[in-house]
């Protein structure tokens, strides 16, 4: 996509760029992310009774990305569908949603399956202290964790919540309503304010 054309209401490719170096360490960004597309329609394949949305190639490079073969950091889709996520703030703009979604998705790229930063040892500690919360009573609770069934088996239905439940706090931690999320769930900003640290700097 061209800088500064908008596709289907998206807003332009420099104007996101520019939202999220403003936000972000240099690390969270362009150590795990290989780029975003911005999809103007959902188009998805389906394999067995897998369902699988199709990445493009139209790119809002961030970082140093570049879309090279050996590139181990995944990519980001941003699909109309995906614009419609539940469990977050009222949103006044296209650009709002589309920043609540890249605050879910870094989420997954800087976690403990997908962080080219991490080593392995601090891999299995989020991963052991993200389930824990994840498993706490006073925990933050998600809209969109709690109301889908991610898979039939009990193990990876866990496991993929507890994925989610980590997306969910980065988003919510580097939402337009940040502030209220840490003063009203100090433990869960306080796991993510530790493990952005770690990643970005």
């Excluded at 392995?120 to 069934?149: C, G, K």
């Excluded at 039939?152 to 209220?180: C, M």
Aim: no cysteine; hydrophobic share 35%; glycine share 6%.
């Amino acid at each position: 996509m061209r800088q500064g054309v908008q596709r289907k209401g998206y807003p332009p490719n420099g104007q996101i760029k520019q939202e999220l170096e403003k936000k972000y360490s240099k690390f969270w960004l362009g150590n795990s992310v290989r780029g975003i597309s911005l999809q103007p329609k959902d188009s998805v394949m389906v394999i067995g009774d897998q369902r699988y949305q199709l990445l493009g190639l139209d790119v809002v490079k961030v970082g140093v990305s570049a879309l090279l073969e050996d590139d181990p950091r995944a990519p980001i889709a941003i699909y109309p569908s995906t614009l419609e996520m539940p469990g977050g703030p009222p949103m006044a703009s296209m650009k709002d949603k589309v920043t609540d979604v890249l605050n879910h998705e870094l989420g997954h790229n800087n976690d403990w399956d997908a962080s080219q930063t991490l080593s392995t040892p601090e891999r299995i500690m989020l991963l052991a202290e993200v389930t824990e919360r994840y498993l706490s009573s006073d925990r933050f609770f998600s809209q969109y964790v709690e109301s889908t069934t991610f898979d039939a088996d009990p193990h990876k239905q866990l496991y993929r919540r507890v994925s989610e439940y980590w997306a969910e706090l980065t988003r919510n931690y580097f939402g337009i309503n940040q502030e209220k999320f840490i003063k009203e769930h100090p433990e869960d900003a306080a796991l993510v304010a530790k493990w952005y640290e770690k990643v970005a700097h």
